[in-house]
């Protein structure tokens, strides 16, 4: 089986950063595409960012030009560098891949950031 574990989530003032880690184990595979979501309170839960295999990223049009996503294949880790962050930006981020078919989800990271 596999496991997403989170790690990075804190609580942060206005305009500061955030790098949050998502670090597969378990069994061994290779996910075509790792992404980024959150659920801030009374809201859906929305993607944030993805990244394919390839490289290629897309992101909200809310977190474009203060967020990267990033990914180490070798691992299977997918990163994500959040700057310049706003109280919106509060939630539960949750890591997801795709493995043996199904959607792999991490146990989910709190961001809290203050104004």
């Known amino acids: 089986q596999v496991q997403l574990v989170e790690s990075g989530g804190g609580l942060v003032q206005a305009g500061e950063s955030l790098r949050l880690s998502c670090v597969a184990s378990?069994?061994?595979?290779?996910?075509?595409?790792m992404a980024w979501y959150r659920q801030a309170p009374g809201n859906q839960r929305e993607l944030v960012a993805k990244?394919?295999?390839?490289?290629?990223?897309d992101y909200a049009n809310s977190v474009k030009d203060r967020f990267t996503i990033s990914r180490d294949a070798r691992r299977v880790a997918v990163y994500l560098q959040m700057n310049s962050l706003k109280p919106d930006d509060t939630g539960v981020y949750y890591c997801?891949?795709?493995?043996?078919?199904?959607?792999?989800w991490g146990q989910g990271a709190q961001v809290t950031v203050s104004s």
């Open positions: 997801s891949a795709d493995a043996y078919g199904r959607q792999v």
């Open positions: 378990g069994s061994p595979f290779s996910p075509k595409v």
């Open positions: 990244i394919t295999a390839g490289g290629s990223t």
